[in-house]
């Protein structure tokens, strides 16, 4: 007797989730984008270092793309962070997850950068680059996630130029780090029904150090470790992600619409700022940010509202580089200039050699998502995720709240 094949439908979730993947390549491809044809370009940097000019380096939406990409990042971010932590059965369940999802790809890229920006010299292929090359205490400082500055300080290396990440995108990562910190201590400490009150008083404080800072053109060196704290400028991202996911179950809660208002103002603190009494009008920077708000904005509302509009998302390659696109975020940039030099000193034309090194990072982010990544993930978890476990069971103070029964 033949038995009957199993036909999976795929749920109204299922194509959110594969808009949220469609959505995580489009940002990742957009911060590709501006480390390809506009970081090492005039007016960023000077000369320009491409073989094909800086023609679309001055083309707005490509300077902004690499912030919008990021920025969309923390926006979704923020969104499964929430959606995990309900989840999660406890801290420790929430630190182990967080671990292998972060660090297997961080280590494996960083390494494979700093062999190749070390061994091919990349530092002497351009002349006004000051330094490429990686140090030991950069390599290190990104496999933990930890500024380079704050590690040389810490163990009091003295360096001839300031230490730096293995690749200039690696401080989101530090951010990222911050962020689920911050709101993995809160929403274990705190009762369910006060957890968003009190992510709006963080939010709030956030907002506040910020416009101090921008009002007074920095920090008192006192409220540095608060700033590190409460991320101002950044924490608002990921806290509108944070209201995306709650907003599904709770809709216009007193709460979330305090949180959309407090994240909104963070935003946009620099526009408000600009329009201060005495203001000429609205800055560059401040219309600046406006624009980026709205390219970061648009896409998530209509995730939000499941539009038609992202259906070009769930497309089979948009979803390949989704779930390929934390490799892919964190190996691109110079190592993708390595691959335009060499192409191009091949004799390759410069705008076939730029399209040659975007396929192949994103070839090599797919390869490592899954000989990587992936296996990476489930080593760690295999290997402590019980221990996590146990731990919890004996220890009722580990448990997220509504678990401690």
């Not at 007797?1 to 959110?16: E, G, L, N, W």
Request: glycine fraction near 8%; aromatic fraction near 12%; charged fraction near 10%.
């Amino acid at each position: 007797m033949t038995a009957t094949p199993v036909i999976r439908i795929k749920t109204a979730s299922d194509q959110r989730l594969e808009v949220l993947d469609g959505m995580r390549g489009l940002a990742a491809l957009m911060v590709v984008a501006y480390h390809f044809f506009a970081r090492w370009a005039e007016p960023q940097f000077t000369p320009t270092l491409y073989a094909h000019g800086d023609d679309l380096a001055t083309f707005l939406p490509l300077q902004l793309a690499g912030e919008v990409g990021v920025h969309l990042f923390f926006l979704i971010s923020g969104f499964v962070i929430m959606m995990t932590l309900e989840r999660a059965t406890g801290l420790l369940d929430f630190i182990v997850k967080r671990a292998a999802r972060l660090w297997p790809a961080m280590l494996v890229c960083a390494t494979l950068s700093t062999l190749i920006i070390n061994v091919s010299g990349v530092g002497n292929l351009y002349e006004n680059v000051t330094r490429w090359q990686v140090t030991p205490v950069e390599y290190l400082s990104s496999i933990v996630f930890i500024p380079p500055d704050m590690t040389a300080s810490l163990f009091g290396i003295q360096q001839s130029d300031m230490p730096r990440w293995v690749e200039g995108v690696y401080w989101t990562l530090w951010s990222e780090v911050r962020f689920y910190a911050l709101i993995a201590i809160a929403f274990w400490l705190s009762p369910r029904s006060l957890f968003l009150w009190v992510w709006a008083a963080l939010q709030a404080l956030s907002f506040g150090v910020d416009v101090l800072q921008q009002a007074m053109g920095g920090l008192p060196g006192g409220l540095w470790p608060l700033a590190m704290l409460v991320q101002p400028a950044m924490l608002a991202w990921f806290t509108l992600g944070l209201v995306s996911w709650k907003w599904r179950d709770l809709g216009a809660h007193p709460a979330l619409l305090l949180l959309a208002t407090i994240a909104g103002l963070s935003v946009l603190v620099g526009p408000i700022i600009s329009l201060a009494p005495g203001a000429t009008g609205i800055s560059e920077s401040a219309a600046r940010q406006i624009i980026m708000l709205l390219m970061v904005g648009l896409p998530f509302v209509l995730f939000l509202t499941g539009s038609v509009l992202l259906k070009p998302l769930t497309w089979p390659p948009f979803i390949a580089v989704g779930l390929a696109s934390y490799p892919l975020y964190l190996f691109h940039e110079r190592p993708g200039m390595v691959y335009m030099y060499w192409l191009n000193s091949a004799g390759i034309p410069p705008w076939i050699s730029v399209a040659l090194a975007i396929i192949i990072v994103i070839a090599t982010a797919l390869l490592l998502h899954r000989f990587a990544e992936i296996p990476g993930k489930r080593f760690i978890l295999g290997h402590t995720l019980s221990g996590a476990e146990r731990l919890q069971a004996r220890f009722r103070i580990f448990r997220m709240p509504g678990n401690r029964n």
